[in-house]
């Protein structure tokens, strides 16, 4: 059963910091382009943050750039995002989400999110 399970979320003041993670299994993690992505209240959702298979490659939304860092821990299935700087328009609910595309085919996987509030 593929399973992505986001955690580390929670109640941060404007300025502060949190790391997010989000554990897979069921499937071949490294071979898994990885995403996060986040929904604010009353929005759709938006993509953060992309990294490649070897982690080598990361890519940020204008929004999040200078502030987040996106790794992954292969061996532990694991992929992060560290956020920093935080501003009350980052508040939402940040999804894990892994993209492979093979043979023709794309496979993509979902976890249910783990909630970020910034507020003083």
């Known amino acids: 059963e593929v399973q992505l399970v986001e955690s580390g979320g929670g109640l941060v003041q404007p300025g502060g910091s949190l790391r997010v993670s989000c554990a897979a299994s069921?499937?071949?993690?490294?071979?898994?382009?990885m995403n996060w992505c986040r929904q604010a209240p009353g929005k759709g959702l938006g993509w953060v943050s992309g990294i490649n298979t070897r982690g080598g490659s990361t890519h940020y939304g204008d929004s999040v750039k200078g502030r987040f860092t996106i790794s992954r821990d292969n061996a532990k299935t694991t992929v992060y995002l560290q956020m920093s700087s935080l501003k009350p328009e980052d508040t939402a609910v940040y999804y894990c989400?892994?993209?492979?595309?093979?043979?023709?085919?794309?496979?993509?996987?979902w976890g249910h999110g783990t909630q970020v509030t910034v507020s003083s």
């Open positions: 069921g499937f071949t993690f490294s071979s898994y382009y």
């Open positions: 989400n892994g993209e492979r595309r093979l043979f023709g085919k794309t496979y993509n996987y």
